[in-house]
C-alpha cells in the first residue's frame, strides 16, 4: 500500500502523523511511505531521518495526498478538500461532529475516514485519543495559570497562592482522562480542585488517587453552577465518544462569574461544553467573553509537538499497519467479525456515514457499517 504523510496546514500545528520509526515499520512491512517536505520539522524530524527510515520525500502536498492511506493528525481543512479521492483512506482525528462541512466533503468523495478518536480497546477506552487527551488535560492549568495573570487578562491570581493568601479554586467539568490529567497537575500547582462527574465509580477512583487533596461532586445543574459561580478557573473536560459535547454552562451562568476568572474548554474540539466557547488558535489563544478570559484552543497538544508526536504516533501505528497489511476492506470485515474496535474507527464509508452521533450532529443520514462491508 502506498502511505502519504503531508505536512499539517492547521494554524500553529506542529505534530506529523507519522515519525521515522513508523516510516521504518511500513517500510519494512513491505508498504512505500511518501512525505511531503518540512512534515516533520516541527517535531524535531528532519527531512534526512525520514529519508533514512526508507521514505520517499515530495514537494507538494497533492503528492503526499495521491497515496492509498493518508496518515495526519488532525482533520483536514477546507484547503486539502479538493485533494480526496474516492477509495482514499484517511486516518486522523476527524472530530466530524463539529464540523458537519468536512463530513459531507468525505461523503461526496466516497472517503473511507477513519477517526483516531472513536476506536476502542478491549477495556472500552479510546486508546488513540487517550495520549492527546492526557496532554491537553495536563496543559489545561498550565495555559489556564498563564490566562490569570493580569497582563493576559486575568485576575491577577497565583493559583497556589503564597501563605496568608487565598488560593485559587479550579472547577473541572468532567472526571475522565482529562479531567483527572487536569487535577493532577491543577493540585501540583497548590489549587483548590474540585471534580465534576456523572460517575460514582469514577468520583470514587479520583478520590483514592488524589485523597483529601481534591473534591468531588455529583455533576448536575445545581452543582454545575455553585462550582462555576464560584471558580477562578474552570476547565471543561466531557466527552461523549463521536458526538457533540453536551452545552453545560450557559451564557447567563458565565456572565455570573468573577471578573478576570478564566475558562480552558478542551472540549471544544467536538463544539465545546460552554456555550461561549469557540475555537481558538496558538496564535490567538484567549478572548474574553462577560469578562471571563477564555482559552478554547482546539489541537492544544500541538503547542508540545515533540512529546505530542511520540505520543500520538506510537498509539496510532498499530492499526496503521493493520489497515496497510490486510487492506482495508479486510482488516474493517475481520474487526466486525472480531473484537469491533478498528471498526469502530470508520466514519464515513464510500458515501455515507457510519458513526450514528456524527449523522445526528451534521444532519445526514446514518448507514450501519456492517451493511457494507460483508
Not at 76 to 81: H, I, N, Q, T
Not at 114 to 143: F, K, N
Not at 243 to 264: H, N, T, Y
Request: glycine share 12%; charged share 20%.
Amino acid at each position: 500500500m502506498k502511505i502519504g504523510v503531508p505536512k499539517e496546514i492547521k494554524n500553529h500545528e506542529y505534530r506529523v502523523g507519522m515519525q521515522p520509526a513508523g516510516v521504518r515499520a511500513m517500510v519494512q512491512a513491505g508498504h512505500e511511505v511518501v512525505v511531503e517536505r518540512g512534515a516533520g520539522d516541527g517535531s524535531g524530524f528532519p527531512d534526512d531521518a525520514f529519508e533514512g527510515a526508507g521514505a520517499t520525500m515530495v514537494d507538494a502536498a497533492a503528492d503526499a495526498w495521491a497515496a492509498d492511506m493518508v496518515v495526519k493528525v488532525k482533520e483536514p481543512l477546507r484547503e486539502e478538500y479538493s485533494l480526496f479521492r474516492e477509495g482514499q483512506i484517511v486516518y486522523t482525528y476527524l472530530h466530524l461532529a463539529a464540523v458537519p462541512e468536512l463530513t459531507r466533503a468525505l461523503m461526496d468523495k466516497k472517503v473511507r475516514g477513519i477517526a483516531y478518536e472513536t476506536i476502542t480497546d478491549r477495556h472500552g477506552g479510546l486508546p488513540l485519543l487517550r495520549p492527546m487527551s492526557e496532554i491537553a488535560g495536563r496543559m489545561a492549568p498550565q495555559v489556564g495559570a498563564w490566562s490569570l495573570e493580569k497582563a493576559n487578562g486575568g485576575r491577577g491570581l497565583l493559583l497556589g497562592g503564597v501563605p496568608g493568601t487565598r488560593r485559587g479554586r479550579v472547577t473541572i467539568i468532567g472526571g475522565g482522562i482529562v479531567g483527572t490529567a487536569a487535577a493532577r497537575i491543577a493540585i501540583g500547582l497548590g489549587a483548590q480542585v474540585t471534580v465534576l462527574d456523572l460517575s460514582q465509580h469514577r468520583m470514587a477512583y479520583l478520590e483514592d488517587v488524589f485523597g483529601t487533596n481534591i473534591e468531588t461532586l455529583y455533576s448536575n445543574p445545581e452543582n454545575i453552577e455553585k462550582k462555576v459561580l464560584t471558580a477562578d478557573m474552570v476547565i471543561g473536560a466531557v466527552l461523549v465518544p463521536g458526538a457533540a459535547a453536551p452545552k453545560l454552562v450557559s451564557d447567563e451562568l458565565v456572565q455570573g462569574m468573577k471578573p478576570g476568572s478564566v475558562i480552558v474548554d478542551v472540549a471544544v474540539d467536538q463544539g465545546g461544553c460552554i456555550s461561549t466557547c469557540r475555537p481558538t488558535t496558538h496564535q490567538e489563544p484567549t478572548y474574553i467573553a462577560y469578562d471571563v478570559v477564555h482559552y478554547c484552543v482546539a489541537n492544544m497538544p500541538g503547542a508540545v509537538p515533540r512529546t505530542s508526536t511520540y505520543a500520538l504516533t506510537n498509539a496510532t501505528l498499530g492499526y496503521g499497519l493493520e489497515i496497510a497489511n490486510k487492506g482495508v476492506e479486510q482488516a474493517i470485515l475481520d474487526s466486525i467479525h472480531g473484537d469491533g474496535h478498528l471498526a469502530k474507527g470508520v466514519n464515513t464509508w464510500d458515501g455515507v456515514c457510519t458513526v450514528e452521533a456524527v449523522a445526528t450532529a451534521c444532519g445526514v443520514e446514518f448507514t450501519t457499517l456492517e451493511s457494507l462491508v460483508h
